[in-house]
């Protein structure tokens, strides 16, 4: 039997983080989006409440959270503010790798470090010539005696400038395009890694989007993933991973955009009545609630099978796809329901349609997502 109850644990856990976003982050979410602000100080809140490294699990210092826990997680964070939503989950899609592909001894020497603070990590996987075409990558390893010697230089990483540690991919034989791919980890603070400007964004602004430079970064041998040469499938593994946290930031900001609608709606009157009286407007109302709806029950889907250690390449590829072109959709139909309102700054929808744009861009465009699923129901 299906059984869509939440246990009391993870009722709670959704309590807790709706009131701390809704306290902490919902407040200054249009600061931060006007000045394209990072905030560390929410960073530091989110640690001292246990859940900043929610996806490492307790061995090593994280909240070891459940992929549906860390699911409900990034929707409420998300409802408050799609930007801080995803620098937060960016850190667990930093440590993924590492937590996927590292060796015990490597795990233990560099989470029990990072976990020990709040701190951010970031993964660097896209370049300029490389974002949906990873094979194309530039980036290279060379082995030296017991080190590796990273060259290369990585595009839009999210956290980029303010990560204290990176998950990097790059080729050990370029020749073999994605078989010649291995991942590695490489401290921020490793002599040859600088960052470029940060990115001036539409949406998710409160986010620091940067290029992250690695000039001759020397890193010990046992920094590399896996048993080399699989990068790829170790940065595909990490996406299938968080593809369904990516698909619930989404419908958190589709939530948030039909909440508010839902309620200037009912305040909002025209022709001497609440618009929300208007069939036009319940009907619209009606289609977006239904949309988040079957996103949510997506996301969950995707994110129990990866909890029950079934492969859901296929169902994280829908449910980031549905998700994310649910909350365009949700977000672009709460600003119509706002009228002009709706196009200006004083009101939250028109900053959720600029955030719920990059939901059908990161993590695989929803073009990409398409190719997945269709990959999937072609094998
Ligand atoms: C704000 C932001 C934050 C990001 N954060 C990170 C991060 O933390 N780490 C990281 O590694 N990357 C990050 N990215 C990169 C992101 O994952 C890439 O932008 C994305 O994968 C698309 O790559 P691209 O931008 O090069 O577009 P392209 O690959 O050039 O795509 C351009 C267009 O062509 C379409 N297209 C490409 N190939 C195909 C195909 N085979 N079939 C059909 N359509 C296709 C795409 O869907 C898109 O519409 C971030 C991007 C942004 C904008």
Same mark, same amino acid.
């Given at each position: 039997?299906?059984?869509?109850?939440?246990?009391?644990?993870?009722?709670?856990?959704?309590?807790?983080?709706?009131?701390?976003?809704?306290?902490?982050?919902?407040?200054?979410?249009?600061?931060?989006?006007?000045?394209?602000?990072?905030?560390?100080?929410?960073?530091?809140?989110?640690?001292?409440?246990?859940?900043?490294?929610?996806?490492?699990?307790?061995?090593?210092?994280?909240?070891?959270?459940?992929?549906?826990?860390?699911?409900?997680?990034?929707?409420?964070?998300?409802?408050?503010?799609?930007?801080?939503?995803?620098?937060?989950?960016?850190?667990?899609?930093?440590?993924?790798?590492?937590?996927?592909?590292?060796?015990?001894?490597?795990?233990?020497?560099? !989470?029990?470090?990072?976990?020990? &603070?709040?701190?951010? /990590?970031?993964?660097? #996987?896209? =370049?300029?010539? %490389? *974002?949906?075409?990873?094979?194309?990558?530039?980036?290279?390893?060379?082995?030296?005696?017991?080190?590796?010697?990273?060259?290369?230089?990585?595009?839009?990483?999210?956290?980029?400038?303010?990560?204290?540690?990176?998950?990097?991919?790059?080729?050990?034989?370029?020749?073999?395009?994605?078989?010649?791919?291995?991942?590695?980890?490489?401290?921020?603070?490793?002599?040859?890694?600088?960052?470029?400007?940060?990115?001036?964004?539409?949406?998710?602004?409160?986010?620091?989007?940067?290029?992250?430079?690695?000039?001759?970064?020397?890193?010990?041998?046992?920094?590399? !993933?896996?048993?080399?040469?699989? &990068?790829?499938?170790? /940065?595909?593994?990490? #996406?299938? =991973?968080?593809? %369904? *946290?990516?698909?619930?930031?989404?419908?958190?900001?589709?939530?948030?955009?039909?909440?508010?609608?839902?309620?200037?709606?009912?305040?909002?009157?025209?022709?001497?009545?609440?618009?929300?009286?208007?069939?036009?407007?319940?009907?619209?109302?009606?289609?977006?609630?239904?949309?988040?709806?079957?996103?949510?029950?997506?996301?969950?889907?995707?994110?129990?099978?990866?909890?029950?250690?079934?492969?859901?390449?296929?169902?994280?590829?829908?449910?980031?796809?549905?998700?994310?072109?649910?909350?365009?959709?949700?977000?672009?139909?709460?600003?119509?329901?706002?009228?002009?309102?709706?196009?200006?700054?004083?009101?939250?929808?028109?900053?959720?349609?600029?955030?719920?744009?990059?939901?059908?861009?990161?993590?695989?465009?929803?073009?990409?997502?398409?190719?997945?699923?269709?990959?999937?129901?072609?094998?």
């Amino acid at each position: 039997m299906v059984d869509f109850m939440l246990t009391e644990e993870q009722q709670r856990l959704r309590e807790l983080v709706c009131k701390f976003a809704q306290r902490e982050i919902a407040p200054v979410a249009a600061e931060l989006d006007r000045e394209q602000r990072f905030s560390q100080e929410i960073v530091d809140k989110y640690y001292e409440i246990g859940l900043l490294h929610s996806a490492v699990p307790e061995e090593y210092g994280g909240a070891g959270l459940s992929s549906l826990e860390g699911c409900l997680v990034a929707e409420e964070l998300a409802a408050a503010c799609g930007g801080v939503a995803s620098y937060l989950g960016a850190n667990n899609l930093g440590l993924m790798p590492l937590l996927i592909g590292g060796s015990l001894e490597l795990k233990q020497e560099l !989470l029990a470090k990072h976990c020990a &603070g709040p701190n951010l /990590a970031a993964f660097c #996987l896209t =370049e300029a010539e %490389a *974002g949906s075409d990873v094979a194309s990558m530039r980036s290279t390893a060379k082995r030296v005696e017991d080190e590796f010697i990273i060259n290369g230089t990585k595009q839009f990483i999210t956290n980029g400038g303010v990560a204290g540690l990176y998950s990097v991919f790059a080729s050990e034989q370029p020749e073999l395009r994605h078989k010649g791919i291995s991942g590695f980890m490489v401290p921020a603070n490793t002599p040859g890694v600088s960052h470029g400007k940060k990115e001036d964004k539409m949406g998710q602004r409160a986010a620091d989007t940067r290029e992250v430079i690695f000039r001759d970064v020397h890193v010990p041998a046992h920094f590399r !993933l896996g048993t080399g040469l699989d &990068g790829f499938k170790i /940065a595909m593994m990490t #996406l299938d =991973e968080s593809r %369904a *946290g990516v698909g619930a930031a989404a419908v958190g900001i589709a939530r948030a955009a039909l909440e508010a609608a839902v309620a200037y709606a009912k305040e909002r009157k025209q022709f001497g009545k609440p618009i929300a009286q208007l069939q036009a407007i319940q009907f619209m109302l009606a289609e977006m609630a239904m949309k988040v709806d079957a996103a949510r029950l997506l996301v969950w889907r995707a994110a129990y099978l990866h909890d029950q250690g079934s492969r859901n390449t296929k169902e994280s590829a829908i449910a980031k796809c549905f998700a994310g072109d649910t909350a365009m959709q949700v977000s672009t139909d709460a600003v119509q329901i706002f009228g002009g309102y709706g196009y200006m700054k004083d009101y939250p929808v028109e900053k959720y349609m600029r955030d719920a744009k990059l939901h059908q861009i990161y993590e695989g465009t929803n073009q990409v997502q398409r190719l997945v699923i269709a990959n999937e129901l072609l094998r």
